[in-house]
């Protein structure tokens, strides 16, 4: 069974070089390659989880592997899953197929841009399997690449700048998170576990000091912080968010939804498999900053959201504001929080990958994203009455983002209240102020784009096609059942999450 990663995060390697090996010219013979690589993909995911013994919160040893790579500095190819990856790996297997098919009218370098897709994947996979720290680094900077060039080629009329920043930042993190990992590789005394992220697992650092210009200071406390910068620009957190509007706005549909879907919550898992466990004690400390940033997240995200015309930007910003509740749930610490931040990252990729494949489908057909344009005209009007099958998916989407009951936001935002409000009342009821803002944006949105006359513009609109109901449907199906019932996602993560929580307890 273990095999089964292997396979999953190199499908996409061997993907790769079947593409490249493809004649030129032969476009569509390289989107079918892509798309039974992802889907293929995505069927060893759901095996993956049929075989998970979900009782199990640590990691489970049939789904382990471990293998010497650079011996000489006690580095190792060690991959593993547990409750809290598998969410992850799953989503991450269904966004990737979904957007093949979402990115079927790509005519521009159809090899390259496939090829990076492929490309981003794997090194996805590989930051939710590694639990070696080096091995983590290396897929944590190996998907900056992909995400540069598909940002930098195919994106918007502002595509260099939105790249550049993008890069900068999470590059930025990065280093700082490097220092991190080089100084737990001394504290560990560079013996044979000193690369290995489980193995740091429990506060060990506690007692350490570090000297720093000549200043004795608290190891864990320290480098805590260097942790949570690396993971809080990725979120992104406030203030670290400001590449992440650009990004969306000019990236092509399928990579704004990767992003949102499911490169923000490489720096959630981050908080929840490296900086939580690793230093314990430090997370408990600053969980009140944690969460006060979190709210902060959450009521800067939904009012910028709230004064967008441009409907691509809003729905990034909601990201900011989702996101920020995930940040709320972790600080928490405790089972209801953490189990619903757990789920918000789930059930936000689902939701939001809704929201920019909408977006996108609208996008084909009018090149615009307006809904108000700058000269103060309507961008959009009367889509409801035009396009009904695109206006009956939107609201799922729309609904299932706002966290209306019955749909998969709900729970997993729910969750995170019943889990905050003890420990932080007060920043609970500031943070319900978002659900409203929220609620306030996404109907006004809606109001303008679906309701009034049908433009003349709307009526040159075709309906949502055969390819593009097909791509929707499985995200529908996924916001409505996990909305009604959650259980198959959180019963694969409780063990886990208990697991974690028993590391901070004693921490």
Known sequence: MSQLLNAILWLPVIGIIAVLFTPKGKDQLVRYISLATTGITFVLTLFLYAGFDQSVGKMQDQFTILAPWIEQFNINYHLAIDGISLPMILLTGLLFFICVLSSWTITKSVKAYFSLMLMLQSSVFGVFMAMDFFLFYVYWEVMLLPMFFLIGIWGGENREYAAIKFFLYTFFGSIVMLVGIIALYYATGKGSESFNILAMHGGQFADMTVNIFGTEWAFNKIFFWAMFLGFAIKVPVFPFHTWLPHAHVQAPTAVSVILAGVLLKMGTYGFLRIAFPIFPEAAVEYSTIIAVLGVVSVLYGAFCAMAQKDVKKLVAYSSVSHMGFVMLGLAAMTTQGVNGAVLQMFNHGTST???????????????????????????????????????????????????????????????????????????????VLGLLVGAAYLLWMYKRMFFGEVSDEVKGYSDMNKREVFYMLPLCAAVIVFGIFPAPILNIMKASVGNLLTILNQG
């Open 353 to 431: 990958a809704m929201m920019f494949l909408m977006i996108g489908v609208l996008y084909e057909r009018s090149h615009h994203r307006w809904i108000v344009r700058p000269d103060g005209s309507k961008g959009y009007g009367g889509l409801a009455t035009h396009m009904p099958k695109y206006t009956t998916i939107f609201i799922i989407g729309m609904f299932a983002s706002l966290g209306l009951p019955g749909l998969s936001g709900f729970i997993s935002e729910a969750l995170i209240f019943l889990g905050i409000y003890k420990k932080f009342t007060s920043i609970t009821v500031v943070a």
